[in-house]
């Protein structure tokens, strides 16, 4: 028998810190789980929509509406405001849905899980999708919190965040979730091009003075120093080993040229962040 599937507006929820709870307070655990399966299947039923799973402390829901699911959703946090408070989070995505051996799956399923769990207590999180169903809809106002790179979803997601008065709304920077490992991010292509010209100048420079002075000057004092470079990126943890880079490189390419015998980095670093001028430095 193939799988049956369905376009459908898909709900998860699920309560935030209940496994923690669950250890320091059984009781009141116990008193908040019944509080929201009551709350959820009541609200889901009115708002003609079918609980199809339930993960302990969060469930798996489908509506024929994108209207219905919203405003079950915010039904919902309403009812879970009264004691005991329950702190949910609810993500919400429209994609088809197919049913094998009792199980939902499919892309939109793992859409809305995805969304679900960048949510904080009291949020109701949802894609550009439900987003653009409800443009129109005035009953429903909504933020959008930026792009976001799930794992195991190839490109990355708008995410947006109802504002309707008594929900809360994350902030960016306190989000976490099931999101992709952020790679280590390579330097700009403007540190390369700042890096090259900062090259290109002191090779002139060094290339007038061997051109001009360097035959006056006795051997002995045909020195040069790199002074270390200012990290002025707003990324100062990532960029720093590009700065120090350039200082290395710099030295290698004036040792290599020859003429000038570049000062050890180890003796110019205590000038990082000296005010003194570049006259003083030099004697």
Not at 196 to 217: C, H, S
Request: glycine letters at 6%; aromatic letters at 8%; one cysteine or more.
């Amino acid at each position: 028998m193939s799988p049956s599937r369905q376009l459908a507006a898909i709900l998860f929820t699920d309560i935030v810190g209940y496994t923690a709870l669950m250890q320091d307070n059984e009781q009141e655990a116990v008193a908040m789980i019944k509080h929201y399966n009551l709350a959820l299947n009541q609200s889901v039923e009115l708002h003609h929509g079918k609980i199809l799973n339930y993960y302990g402390d969060g469930s798996l829901c489908i509506f024929p509406s994108v209207i219905e699911a919203l405003r079950c959703s915010l039904e919902i946090q309403k009812n879970l405001q009264s004691p005991p408070f329950v702190p949910l989070r609810i993500g919400l995505h429209v994609g088809e849905v197919f049913f094998e051996e009792g199980q939902a799956l499919g892309d939109g399923v793992n859409i809305a899980s995805r969304i679900q769990s960048l949510g904080q207590a009291n949020t109701i999180l949802f894609s550009k999708e439900i987003a653009d169903k409800i443009s129109n809809q005035p009953e429903f106002k909504s933020v959008s919190l930026g792009l976001f790179d799930f794992k195991n979803v190839k490109e990355p997601r708008e995410v947006f965040a109802l504002a309707t008065k008594g929900l809360s709304i994350p902030h960016r920077v306190s989000m976490s979730g099931k999101l992709k490992e952020k790679s280590k991010k390579l330097p700009t292509p403007k540190f390369f091009f700042t890096a090259i010209i900062i090259f290109l100048f002191i090779a002139a420079i060094f290339l007038y003075q061997k051109n001009t002075i360097a035959n006056n000057i006795p051997e002995r004092e045909k020195t040069i120093a790199v002074l270390p470079f200012k990290n002025i990126s707003v990324n100062k943890v990532e960029n720093e080993p590009f700065c120090a880079g350039v200082t290395l490189e710099l030295q290698r390419k004036l040792e290599w040229l020859g003429a000038l015998i570049p000062i050890a980095s180890q003796s110019v670093e205590k000038y990082r962040d000296t005010k003194m001028s570049i006259l003083d430095i030099a004697r």
